[in-house]
């Protein structure tokens, strides 16, 4: 009892979108095996239990200091038997056998490398393992037909998983400031994702735009994408429109993790430029790697397959699709990267009117775990439902307006929490 009284305690509110969770982690140990277990089962379908392994990662990143005694965890939430496992297996052994297992395998080292090409989800990985094909070589080698985002992953892997920074970040915002202003002199453009949050690094870099002036949005989105593409910014896009209002149900109740804002999933070529004053060392000298300088006009991007990438479903029957070449996947492989004047930068742009703008604000902001969970907070506990283009209260039969983050979180009785705190 007495060792019991000096075991440091935690209390944590359910919900994460109850809890402040910044990017210091005092668990990265126990976070990162449980969140591989569930990258793990949402490559294999097994969303339920992603979910929970996610809700489980999550509670204890959001810690204020290192578990090292299982008696810290009573009466946590979101902590199931398997977790627990995962856990005690880790505190007590040093090692967790099915963590390390996982880690491992054949397959999930093939799903990773196949769903990290853009385009490419855990069903056509899944299709291609069971083919046989567990590397990118031997996908290239395969024959396989790829639509024509897969065709530009697999053309820039390499850059596409390589993560942005912040000034990356930075320079792909001037440019697509540019661009917005050029079409739209008065539209506005903010930074959404996982840069809003301040991460140092991401995958991707995420936009929203829109105008004051609601319906003056109308249209944007096909001429930002007609005016990068004549400056050359663009490798790939895929843009699709807005089926908000013209769908069937709505826009009644809004679908739970939908959005149909229009939207662009992009990659961008970023070239290296002048580095800019501000970012010049002192002695004025220039880094001697122009690999390493900052990218500023022309090309920069990165990213994985994630949430965003149309799922095989939605992609068109009459996309154009390409057999792969060896041979050209030979040549790809075979060019210099380390010369290369540009990398290749994942971009997601999406066009929100005015009226929606704080909803659509939040939906992009995440964590996905946070968005997910303010959706469930929503409608478990408000008997509302949250979208990224509305909140609608179930009891009053009324959509809630709202104009700021702020409005949201006091509509849905929850105490306000900021972007560098939705790290769940
Ligand atoms: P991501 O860009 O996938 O993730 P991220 O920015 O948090 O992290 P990373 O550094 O890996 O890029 O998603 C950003 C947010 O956009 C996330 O909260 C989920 C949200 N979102 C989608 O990804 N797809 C959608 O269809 C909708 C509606 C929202
Ligand atoms: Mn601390
Ligand atoms: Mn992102
Ligand atoms: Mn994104």
């Known amino acids: 009892q007495q060792v019991e009284a000096e075991v440091v305690t935690f209390s944590v509110p359910s919900y994460a979108c109850q809890r402040r969770t910044t990017l210091e982690n005092h668990n990265t140990v126990l976070?990162?095996?449980?969140?591989?277990?569930?990258e793990?089962?949402?490559?294999s379908d097994e969303d339920g239990r992603g979910v929970a392994f996610r809700r489980a990662a999550a509670v204890l990143r959001s810690l204020p200091e290192p578990v090292t005694d299982m008696k810290q965890l009573r009466g946590l939430p979101c902590l199931g038997d398997h977790s627990l496992r995962v856990i005690k297996d880790i505190l007590e052994d040093g090692a967790s056998r099915e963590f390390e297992s996982t880690k491992q395998s054949e397959r999930f080292k093939a799903l990773k490398v196949l769903t990290g090409i853009f385009g490419v989800g855990s069903r056509t990985a899944d299709r291609w393992i069971r083919e046989g094909i567990h590397t990118l070589q031997q996908l290239r080698d395969s024959g396989q037909s790829l639509n024509r985002a897969q065709q530009a992953g697999l053309e820039h892997y390499d850059d596409l998983n390589r993560p942005l920074t912040a000034a990356e970040a930075e320079a792909v915002g001037e440019i697509v400031e540019r661009a917005v202003v050029s079409v739209l002199p008065g539209a506005q453009i903010t930074l959404t994702g996982g840069f809003r949050r301040g991460k140092l690094t991401g995958h991707d870099v995420d936009f929203l735009i829109t105008h004051p002036d609601e319906g003056r949005?109308?249209?944007l989105m096909s001429k930002v994408v007609s005016w990068l593409e004549s400056q050359g910014f663009l490798l790939y896009q895929k843009t699709t429109r807005n089926s908000y209002l013209e769908s069937k149900d709505g826009p009644a109740r809004p679908p739970a993790n939908m959005d149909?804002?229009?939207r662009c999933f992009s990659i961008f070529k970023?070239?290296?430029e002048e580095r800019r004053g501000t970012e010049q060392p002192e002695n004025g000298e220039r880094n001697p790697n122009p690999a390493e300088d900052t990218l500023s006009v022309g090309a920069r991007s990165g990213s994985q397959t994630d949430e965003n990438t149309p799922p095989q479903s939605q992609v068109p029957a009459d996309e154009r699709r390409h057999r792969v070449s060896g041979e050209d996947g030979g040549q790809e492989?075979?060019?210099p990267a380390a010369h290369k004047p540009w990398r290749a930068v994942r971009v997601d742009l999406v066009v929100s009117p005015i009226s929606q703008f704080a909803f659509a604000l939040l939906g992009w902001?995440?964590?996905?775990l946070f968005e997910r969970e303010l959706r469930r907070w929503a409608g478990h506990e408000k008997a509302m439902s949250l979208s990224s283009h509305a909140l609608y209260d179930n009891t009053q039969s009324r959509y809630l307006r709202a104009t700021s983050e702020e409005e949201i979180f006091a509509h849905l009785g929850l105490e306000f929490i900021p972007p560098s705190e939705r790290n769940a």
Do not use: V
């Not at 976070?31 to 569930?38: G, I, K, N, R, V």
């Open 31 to 38: 976070t990162d095996a449980l969140s591989l277990l569930a």
């Open 40 to 43: 793990n089962a949402e490559l």
């Open 217 to 219: 949005e109308e249209g």
């Open 260 to 262: 149909r804002f229009e």
């Open 270 to 272: 970023l070239t290296m």
């Open 333 to 335: 492989e075979a060019k």
């Open 365 to 368: 902001t995440g964590s996905k």
